[in-house]
């Protein structure tokens, strides 16, 4: 290579280094800047204010005062002492800036450094940054749906968009609850009832498919599904033409969504309740409430059902409210009490033993509303949790009741105590062991004692056929309330564990006049009967209700025609009469 080859390659090299756009700079230990490139100068000139370029460290003093530490404490020859150190650049007319600084050791006497300016590459990891955060806020991680605040979003967007909506479209928000959710939790553990949760939010997105590009969660087709709380999912959809296409989603998400889970190696069955709010004028969180409030109401009807919103529905959800904020203190203040209806038995010739036994049924004494009937306040009971503690108090009484009439009344005193038990009380693990503790405490007989459940509990899966089991154990009975007015037929009654059918009133008051109940009455004796049950016939008013069922061979009955339920000193004059 020639001399002058020489100094063009060298030159190529200055050039280079000149026109490079990361900044270098070489500088000795002491810190004494010795060589810099245009570009190291260009990005720390806003670093040095007036002051000269000449000392790395007094250029880094107020941004990175750590080098001169760094440098002195690295001891090896040579290598790498800082890489990638962020350098802020405070604003100097031109923005501020982030700067990316790396030294390194050449040898014992020089140092080099080199600058980027990575303003950009900040910025957008920045955006990146608070894109994922702002996606995250507005994901829920179980179900990785949308969460409550994003639907309220998309709930804003809707109302804007809907200013330029065409004429004669609407939106609708769907409010869906799992029913008795909280005894798959109770059960089976919470995270069975996670999994099942994320079963359920699958079977929704199978539902509102095809849509098959989301834009952060939300469908492009106007549809957004969504998490909101425990077990509680919403459906948005817009651009519908009537609420009627609403109810047939509805319909869909009900059907998917109660086919079969398979669970923790648990088959269960989760069913939802659907509220439908038609967006007409409302802000969002209105809406969600409206399609809330409709939820429940379907919820009340029984649940696996959609219910659409109407206006005179807000003020039966504040009664709700209210009573389930007076429940609570009714416990504490004893407001709750104990009446008892006869249960008779019928003989063949016409007369009636009035000592076969009483059905316990809870009042409430109200300090404004007076007495309130069970059906006003159980459902609410059994959805806020308070059921247990009721049917704990209601089974204590009516145990101390019938213990005390059995040594006050001799022969005339009632031979079987019936108390009303609820599903929501089963799921408490412990029940069984709450039963047999008040058995002791108030020395009540087992074996006199009949818990009276409703079809729909009986016939529910193998967890709950497991505790029925776990009561009979005890010695205690079990009755089949409200025979007739569920799902399970005659044909599933020898699946059920219960000694007593129950026949329900709305048989029996149409037992004279309709052929077509009588022969329901008929039947169910016959199948009872060959099961080793026995049977009771519920609001018998007339003495030609009391011929019909005897006739048909039922064995006891209760109703108004023998009495009404009754306080405990009023029952003992009754059954002295
Ligand atoms: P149920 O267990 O079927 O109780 C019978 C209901 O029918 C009682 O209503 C009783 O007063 C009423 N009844 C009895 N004979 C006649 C009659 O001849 N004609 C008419 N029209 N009605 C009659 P009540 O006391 O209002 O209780 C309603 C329901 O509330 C009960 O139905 C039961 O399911 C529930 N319940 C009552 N007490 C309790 C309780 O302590 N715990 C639970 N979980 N549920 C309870
Ligand atoms: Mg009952
Ligand atoms: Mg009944």
């Known amino acids: 290579m020639s001399e002058t080859d020489d100094k063009l390659a060298y030159e190529a090299l200055i050039q280079f280094l000149y026109r490079t756009p990361i900044?270098?700079?070489?500088?000795?230990?002491?810190?004494?800047i010795d060589l810099m490139n245009p570009m190291a100068a260009q990005l720390l000139m806003p670093l040095v204010a007036e002051a000269a370029l000449d000392d790395l460290y007094t250029v880094f003093a107020g941004v990175a005062p750590q080098l001169r530490g760094a440098v002195d404490a690295f001891a090896a020859p040579s290598g790498v002492i800082a890489e990638g150190l962020r350098i802020d650049v405070p604003d100097q007319g031109g923005g501020a800036k982030v700067l990316s600084l790396s030294?390194?050791?050449?040898?014992?006497?020089?140092?080099?450094?080199?600058?980027?300016?990575?303003?950009?590459?900040?910025?957008?990891?920045?955006?990146?940054?608070v894109h994922r955060l702002t996606a995250a806020a507005r994901t829920d991680p179980l179900t990785q749906m949308p969460n409550r605040g994003a639907v309220l979003e998309e709930l804003q967007a809707i109302l804007v968009r809907g200013k330029r909506r065409p004429a004669g479209q609407g939106f609708a928000v769907l409010f869906m609850n799992c029913d008795r959710f909280r005894q798959v939790n109770d059960m089976l553990g919470q995270s069975a009832g996670d999994e099942l949760l994320v079963l359920v939010a699958d079977r929704i997105r199978t539902v509102l498919r095809p849509p098959t590009d989301r834009i952060g969660g939300v469908q492009r087709s106007g549809q957004l599904a969504a998490r909101v709380g425990g077990d509680e999912f919403v459906v948005v959809l817009d651009g519908l033409r009537r609420v009627e296409d609403a109810e047939s989603v509805a319909g869909r998400l009900i059907a998917a969504i109660g086919r079969g889970y398979h669970v923790a190696g648990h088959e269960i069955v989760c069913n939802v309740s659907i509220g439908i709010a038609w967006g007409d004028g409302l802000e969002p969180d209105e809406l969600l409430r409206d399609a809330g409030i409709a939820m429940l109401e379907a919820k009340q009807a029984g649940g696996a059902r959609y219910v659409r919103f109407a206006a005179a529905m807000r003020e039966r959800a504040a009664r709700r409210n209210d009573i389930e904020t007076d429940l609570r203190l009714a416990l504490q203040?004893?407001?709750?009490?104990?009446?008892?209806?006869?249960?008779?038995?019928?003989?063949?010739?016409?007369?009636?033993?009035?000592?076969a036994g009483v059905e316990a049924l809870v009042r409430w004494r109200h300090p404004q509303r007076?007495?309130?009937?069970?059906?006003?306040?159980?459902?609410?009971?059994?959805?806020?949790?308070?059921?247990?503690?009721?049917?704990?108090?209601?089974?204590?009484?009516?145990?101390?009741?019938?213990?005390?009439?059995?040594?006050?009344?001799?022969?005339?005193?009632?031979?079987?105590?019936?108390?009303?038990?609820?599903?929501?009380?089963?799921?408490?693990?412990?029940?069984?062991?709450?039963?047999?503790?008040?058995?002791?405490?108030?020395?009540?007989?087992?074996s006199m004692l009949q818990l009276e459940v409703t079809e729909s509990l009986a016939a529910q899966d193998a967890d709950v056929q497991q505790r029925l089991h776990e009561l009979k154990a005890l010695g205690i009975t079990l009755a089949l309330d409200d025979f007739g007015t569920g799902y399970s037929s005659l044909a599933s009654l020898h699946l059920l564990p219960v000694d007593t059918v129950k026949i329900d009133r709305s048989f029996v008051s149409q037992s004279e006049t309709s052929h077509h109940h009588r022969v329901l009455i008929e039947a169910t004796v016959k199948v009872a009967q060959s099961l080793g049950m026995n049977t009771v016939a519920e609001g018998i008013e007339t003495v030609a209700q009391a011929d019909v069922v005897r006739g048909l061979q039922c064995d006891k009955g209760q109703g108004y025609l023998y009495s009404r339920p009754l306080g405990s000193p009023a029952l003992s004059d009754w059954l002295m009469r």
């Open 23 to 32: 900044g270098l700079l070489q500088a000795a230990p002491d810190g004494h």
């Open 103 to 129: 030294v390194m050791k050449l040898d014992a006497q020089r140092l080099m450094a080199t600058l980027s300016d990575v303003t950009v590459d900040t910025r957008r990891e920045h955006d990146r940054l």
């Open 333 to 355: 203040e004893d407001q709750l009490y104990v009446e008892y209806q006869p249960v008779v038995a019928l003989h063949a010739d016409g007369s009636t033993d009035r000592a």
């Open 370 to 446: 007076g007495i309130v009937p069970p059906f006003e306040f159980i459902g609410i009971a059994e959805e806020c949790g308070l059921i247990g503690a009721v049917g704990d108090f209601v089974l204590e009484q009516a145990c101390r009741d019938f213990v005390r009439w059995r040594a006050e009344l001799g022969g005339r005193a009632p031979r079987l105590l019936a108390v009303n038990l609820s599903r929501a009380q089963l799921t408490e693990g412990s029940w069984a062991g709450t039963v047999a503790r008040i058995l002791e405490e108030t020395g009540m007989a087992a």
